[in-house]
């Protein structure tokens, strides 16, 4: 029976036959000859099949595989399945490996036999002039932290790798969907159960050219990692997030919510390449409201006193007023945070009507992505606001209870219709005390009407506040109760929207009047809709 190897190395190649021998070459050049390599064939259409069969004809160690097309992660599937070795590589076919990559790996191996997860250095080379160049690698050597500075950026090169084959197995397939973020997000899952060593050496290079997709569509990396960490800290819980820590202990627990908090307040993290959303926040939140919370008090005073710090420095961002949100709902009294998932999708187009009200480039190549996808075909035409974009504060009516509705209620409609201007929309209303997000538009609720008014003193300073009410109840309506409070300018009520307009009409009446607000208002502009009896605002929990 023939010795299985101990490293099988996956080379996914697609149309790549210029560059595909150099890599095996590499192969053919390793100091440590226990290999072999699964060379796998993503239905190129130049002579990437002829290079391969040359291969394997020399050397018995390849074994070619020939599939239809369907991106990296697909091929390093195949590889995975056929993989004999004990550890497993990945070599891109436009790269190389050191000569004493495997050599290094081997030795490492021994070095720390508890390690599952290996990575390393890597050198880079221009193609187009052959110049090899030393990039600096951001180590995360305390392993405790690794799967939150994952969320923050990617710190592990593929072509660097190398992984116990039982890692893999239980850590799952690439995941196909992903078609430039598949690394990343198998790294994340990788971590959560395999905290990884960093080797010291550079055992691997990465050649640099015009025709890597990465070249193409360079910021659809940077998405598609969003979507991979967004997805993952849907499935992960705060205590997941940090695997390797006792949150029983005080003082550890501690440093972890520090750690985290850092990690969330950053906006150039990879977490937030789609868009500013809540979702790691809230995983913190979720556990520092929780039962399970070492040092209770002081550890929602942490959050609290994060929440306000980060809002006053991205002051005037949509970054900044998603923490603003934050700061008001972690004061309520019994306030208590039940995790729901994020839609990418949802916070990615958020972020494209933002982007395109000012005129921002970024939004062609994120509707770029959305289309392709996510299958979302999103209009072309211009939503430019003219004006500064306001942070508005919209009041649901009476017996809207956030935490049921859906994307389809009409005070969510409005709310996105206002952020396609440009505008930052936070709903308020009674709830269970929460905060989250319905279909892009983010939401604070308070389970009594004392909380509502405390959040909305919570919130200021507010550009614009608008009251969502019906002219016909009997009782005094939620929105004027809280809205014609001393401390906020006086109740307007336009002519635009005094008669009572359904839904469609309103949406337009807003746009016009917080369009023609000026650039900096010392006061609250308060906005009251009245909604005739056959209004299309309709609360509840349902449509």
Known sequence: MEKAPFFTVIVPTYNQAQYLGQALDSLLAQTYPGWEAIVVNDGSTDSTGEVIDAYCRKDSRFRAFNKENGGVASALNVGLREARGRWICWLSSDDLFDTKKLEIHREWIAKYPDCYFFYSHFKYLYDTTGLITYPYLRKIRDQRWQVLEMLRLNFVHGNSICVQRDAWVRAGM??????????????????VLYPATFIPWRTC?????????????????????????????????????????????????????????????DSSGFVYMLGPHPALILRIMEWAWGDDASGAIATKQTVQRWAREVSCQYSGTA???????????????????????????????????????????????????????????????????????????????????????????????????????????????????????????????????ESLE?????????????????????????????????????????ESVRNGLAASELVKSLWDILDGLPMRMSKTQVILCLLSRHGQMGGGGGK
């Not at 995941?175 to 971590?191: A, H, S, T, V």
């Not at 990692?225 to 949150?247: D, G, Q, Y």
């Not at 009041?395 to 930052?424: F, P, W």
């Not at 507010?462 to 809205?483: H, N, Q, W």
């Open 454 to 494: 405390h959040a909305i003193r919570s919130l200021r300073p507010i550009d614009v506040l608008v009251g969502i009410s019906r002219p016909y109840t009997d009782r005094m309506p939620c929105a004027l109760k809280y809205l014609n409070v001393p401390t906020l300018d006086k109740l307007v009520l336009p």
């Open 174 to 191: 690439f995941n196909e969907e992903l078609r430039y973020g598949q690394d990343y997000d198998m790294w994340l899952r990788l971590l």
């Open 205 to 265: 290079t990465t050649r640099q050219h015009a025709l890597q997709e990465t070249k193409t569509f360079p910021r659809a990396t940077g998405f598609d990692s969003a979507k991979a960490a967004i997805n993952f800290i849907n499935e992960h819980t705060f205590a997941r997030l940090v695997p390797l820590v006792n949150l029983g202990d005080v003082g550890m627990a501690r440093k972890a919510l520090v750690k985290a908090l850092d990690v969330a307040a």
């Open 319 to 449: 970054f900044g007023f998603l923490w603003k949100a934050v700061a008001a709902a972690s004061e309520f009294p019994r306030c208590k945070f039940d995790y729901q998932a994020f839609s990418a999708a949802s916070i990615a187009e958020a972020n494209y009507w933002r982007l395109k009200s000012e005129g921002n480039q970024k939004a062609d190549e994120l509707h770029r992505y959305l289309e392709r996808f996510e299958k979302l075909l999103l209009p072309e035409t211009s939503v430019t606001s003219r004006g500064k974009k306001q942070e508005v504060v919209i009041i649901c009516q009476e017996g809207t209870y956030l935490s049921s509705v859906g994307k389809d209620n009409a005070t969510v409609r409005l709310a996105r219709n206002l952020i396609k201007t440009g505008h930052m929309v936070l709903l308020v209303g009674l709830s269970t005390p929460c905060t989250g997000f319905i279909d892009g538009v983010m939401f604070v609720g308070a389970d009594s009407h």
